[in-house]
């Protein structure tokens, strides 16, 4: 059974970083692709970043690009979202979540999905 859960979010001022950490225990075979989504209030949830397990290959959305870095250390079955330069936009819950490849990433259409948290950035 794949455990995830997201920690590290906060209250930040416009500008400063934060980094969003999430463990993937007991992550299956096929469940190739990690991500990072959010949504924020009265909003659908969007996708942030993917990542292949498989082949490495990353995926940013365009809003977050140059801003935020998405990384794993696989020892710990840890995924991280470091997020720079934080915007008053960013404000959202974040959640990390495991599929089966990058394809499914970038449709929002994950496997297992953990619990957000909470990332406010004030003005």
């Known amino acids: 059974e794949v455990q995830l859960q997201a920690s590290g979010g906060g209250l930040v001022r416009a500008g400063g970083s934060l980094t969003l950490s999430c463990v993937t225990s007991?992550?299956?075979?096929?469940?190739?692709?990690i991500g990072w989504f959010r949504q924020a209030p009265g909003k659908e949830r969007e996708r942030v970043s993917c990542?292949?397990?498989?082949?490495?290959?990353?995926y940013y959305e365009d809003s977050v690009k140059g801003r935020f870095t998405i990384s794993t250390d696989n020892a710990k079955n840890t995924v991280y979202l470091q997020m720079d330069s934080l915007k008053p936009e960013d404000t959202a819950v974040y959640y990390c979540?495991?599929?089966?490849?990058?394809?499914?990433?970038?449709?929002?259409?994950?496997?297992?999905w953990g619990k957000g948290t909470q990332v406010t950035v004030s003005s």
């Open positions: 979540a495991v599929g089966f490849d990058l394809i499914a990433c970038l449709g929002t259409a994950m496997s297992r």
């Open positions: 007991g992550r299956a075979h096929d469940e190739d692709a």
């Open positions: 990542f292949s397990s498989s082949s490495g290959e990353v």
